[in-house]
């Protein structure tokens, strides 16, 4: 196993020889790291993470709720996920035309 230069949880699955893998493979990963809750899981090896912020509206003097949703990679040494999970999500090169993220920790959804 690399280290990706982050303190996380150590990945509990097997790996299948991914290369996209930032623990067993050869992808590096950079920049920001943003925390969200897992919205989708469908696609082969990918999932959409969206996270909430909150934004202040000063002609209004209220607060809005905005949401903003990412695709990434989801390494197989991760594991199982499900809808509702709350992940770490890290950025790294693009992958395919909308994924430049990599899953790189999990937490059990409530």
């Not at 097997?14 to 067993?24: H, I, L, V």
């Not at 959409?48 to 949703?69: A, G, L, N, Q």
């Amino acid at each position: 196993m690399r280290d990706i230069g982050v303190d996380v949880n150590q990945p509990t699955g097997e790996w299948d020889g991914d290369e996209n893998c930032p623990f067993y493979g050869t992808l590096r990963l950079r920049g920001q790291i943003i925390e969200g809750t897992i919205a989708k899981v469908g696609m082969q090896k990918s999932i959409i993470v969206k996270r909430e912020h909150i934004r202040y509206m000063p002609k209004f003097e209220r607060y809005e709720k905005r949401t903003r949703s990412y695709a990434a990679h989801l390494p197989t040494c991760i594991g199982e996920v499900n809808v509702g999970d709350n992940v770490r999500i890290m950025e790294c090169r693009p992958l395919s035309k909308t994924i430049t993220f990599c899953v790189i920790e999990t937490e059990a959804g409530e």
